[in-house]
């Protein structure tokens, strides 16, 4: 079955460049969620869209923007980049914005130098 | 304010034994639970899930139990195999003004021993 796909898998940064994450996700999920993990920690939920309109922000830097494409995919995109944004993107996407399961994508780690 | 907690870090389990993993939360408001499993370097894969009217669901080894008034939800895992040694996150699931929101427990890594 078709996942969640994300690009790129690594991405290697200097401070201060911007940085553009895309995310595709299953056919006919119409829901997209980008999660930042920080070493050692939890998923943190940054934004999501639900049928291309943002549907949910959490705790996104100001520096951080995202968008959801009339294809569904999505992009995160992400300027003055910090050396605290290293870390692990995930995208999830989900059949609508209800009770419904979210699956992940594999992710993009990040590192900011 | 970690509204998802799971209490122990680390889990070491013999090959065959039961797994048990656990998961607290405090929000009255969470009505849906899932657990995932995730490797490094990949993204967590959706295990099991629950919902807050039922208090128990089974899917081959795995089988989750929901304590509602406790607000606590378990993993069990049984026979535990080599394979299932990853990091597992309970999350919980709330709709709420027209979203999903989704918050994870800190992790437990799950280490099954030959």
């Known amino acids: 079955a078709a996942g969640v796909i994300q690009s790129p898998r690594h991405l290697i940064k200097e401070k201060r460049e911007t940085a553009t994450l895309k995310c595709y996700p299953i056919p006919r999920h119409d829901t997209v969620y980008w999660y930042q993990q920080g070493p050692g920690q939890d998923p943190q939920f940054l934004i999501s869209f639900y049928e291309k309109m943002q549907s949910d922000k959490g705790s996104i830097p100001d520096r951080f923007s995202a968008q959801q494409f009339s294809d569904y995919h999505s992009e995160l995109n992400m300027s003055s980049l910090e050396l605290g944004d290293s870390a692990l993107y995930f995208c999830?996407?989900?059949?609508?914005?209800?009770?419904?399961?979210?699956?992940f994508g594999p992710g993009t780690r990040l590192l900011v130098l | 304010d970690q509204q998802v907690k799971q209490n122990s870090p680390s889990l070491s389990v013999q090959e065959g034994r039961i797994s048990i993993l656990n998961c607290d939360y405090t929000n009255s408001m969470f009505d849906y639970f899932l657990w995932y499993k995730k490797y490094p370097a990949e993204g967590p894969t959706f295990l099991i899930s629950i919902s807050s009217i039922k208090d128990k669901n089974e899917d081959g080894r795995f089988t989750v139990f929901l304590n509602k008034s406790a607000k606590h939800l378990s993993l069990h895992i049984v026979p535990s195999q080599p394979g299932d040694s990853a990091v597992y996150f309970c999350a919980a699931s709330a709709f709420i003004q027209g979203a999903q929101k989704l918050v994870f427990g800190q992790g437990t890594r799950l280490t099954i021993n030959p």
């Open positions: 999830a996407s989900s059949l609508a914005a209800g009770r419904e399961t979210q699956y």
